[in-house]
Nanobody, 122 residues
Framework: QVQLVESGGGLVQAGGSLRLSCAASGLPFSTYSMGWFRQPPGKEREFVAAVGRIGTTSYGDSVKGRFAISRDNAKSTVYLRMNSLKPEDTALYYC????????????????WGQGTQVTVSS
């Protein structure tokens, strides 16, 4: 079955950096678009970033210029590099996979990971 397993979350001070990873299995990874979403405490889930099959990228307004999404098809892994972290970036970060480009549209993603917690202290 399809599995998406996130890792790399943790506690970091404001201004610091983290790199999240999402390892996929059970699907033809290179043919899927991949996305990162996050859910801050007590708030709705929101779009963070997406990368298409050929490397097209899209970012949420709040992370543009600070976060970078990338993929390694040989490793079936998608990454999210997060720089200049702010306390408002604190959230549970989810990886998701879509059979076609879905960008920020979460219903387009068929598969979701369990999430990895990122906490940014001020």
């Amino acid at each position: 079955q399809v599995q998406l397993v996130e890792s790399g979350g943790g506690l970091v001070q404001a201004g610091g950096s983290l790199r999240l990873s999402c390892a996929a299995s059970g699907l033809p990874f290179s043919t899927y678009s991949m996305g990162w979403f996050r859910q801050p405490p007590g708030k709705e889930r929101e779009f963070v970033a997406a990368v298409g099959r050929i490397g097209t990228t899209s970012y949420g307004d709040s992370v543009k210029g600070r976060f970078a999404i990338s993929r390694d098809n040989a490793k079936s892994t998608v990454y999210l590099r997060m720089n200049s972290l702010k306390p408002e970036d604190t959230a549970l970060y989810y990886c998701a996979a879509a059979p076609r480009w879905s960008g920020a549209t979460s219903p387009g993603y068929d598969y979701w990971g369990q999430g990895t917690q990122v906490t940014v202290s001020s």
